[in-house]
């Protein structure tokens, strides 16, 4: 059974910084792309961050590029995006995604999704 | 970036009754169109994935059409589990994009 537990967050002050895990299970975790996707109160999804299954590719949502790095360590089978110069509108929960496809080109549909984990970001 | 409009946002309906969801997008996308459903305080669930393959588990009551740019997620009959928010999202192109959802909720 697949199973994603995300960690990591909470409240944090404008311009501050914070690193989301994600814990993964249940699958080969080095043969899959992750994503993560992050959703604001009340509001629709936003795909944030993709990173290959060897982590050698990344791609990044405009509103976050150069702020946040995703990475990842296979012998922990363990997701992680650090998120730096925090902003009021990147407060939202943020969901760890294992994607369908197995390589990049044919990835980009979230077939297993965490239970996530909020972020908030406020003075 | 591509954008997806669904239509309607909301929609009222009775269980039993035939949902239908539509999703549009500003320029074409091939087949590379997934539908998710989302309850209150629960994460999303992937329903159908490439325009119209079901995921693993999903009821046959639910089924999805449609390529380029017009795509429908269908039910057959709403069961009272069923009423939820549907999202629409494509990856043909970078960055990949949702749409703003549609609710569906109980008539």
């Known amino acids: 059974e697949v199973q994603l537990l995300e960690s990591g967050g909470g409240l944090v002050q404008p311009g501050g910084s914070l690193r989301l895990s994600c814990a993964a299970s249940?699958?080969?975790?080095?043969?899959?792309?992750m994503s993560w996707v992050r959703q604001a109160p009340g509001k629709g999804l936003e795909w944030v961050s993709v990173i290959s299954g060897s982590g050698g590719s990344t791609y990044y949502a405009d509103s976050v590029k150069g702020r946040f790095t995703i990475s990842r360590d296979n012998s922990k089978n363990t997701l992680y995006l650090q998120m730096n110069s925090l902003r009021a509108e990147d407060t939202a929960v943020y969901y760890c995604t294992k994607d369908q496809g197995g390589v990049l080109a044919a990835a980009g549909t979230f077939a297993y999704w965490g239970q996530g984990t909020l972020v908030t970001v406020s003075s | 970036e591509i954008v997806l409009t669904q239509s309607p946002a909301t929609l009222s309906l009775s269980p039993g009754e035939r949902a239908t969801l539509s999703c549009r997008a500003s320029q074409s996308v091939s087949n590379y169109l997934a539908w998710y459903q989302q309850k209150p305080g629960q994460a999303p669930r992937l329903l159908i994935y490439d325009a119209s393959n079901r995921a693993t588990g999903i009821p046959a009551r639910f089924s999805g059409s449609g390529s380029g740019t017009d795509f429908t997620l269908t039910i057959s009959s709403l069961e009272p589990e069923d009423f939820a928010v549907y999202y629409c999202?494509?990856?043909?192109?970078?960055?990949?994009?949702f749409g703003q959802g549609t609710k569906v909720e109980i008539k």
């Open positions: 999202q494509q990856r043909r192109n970078w960055p990949w994009t």
């Open positions: 249940g699958f080969t975790f080095s043969s899959y792309a």
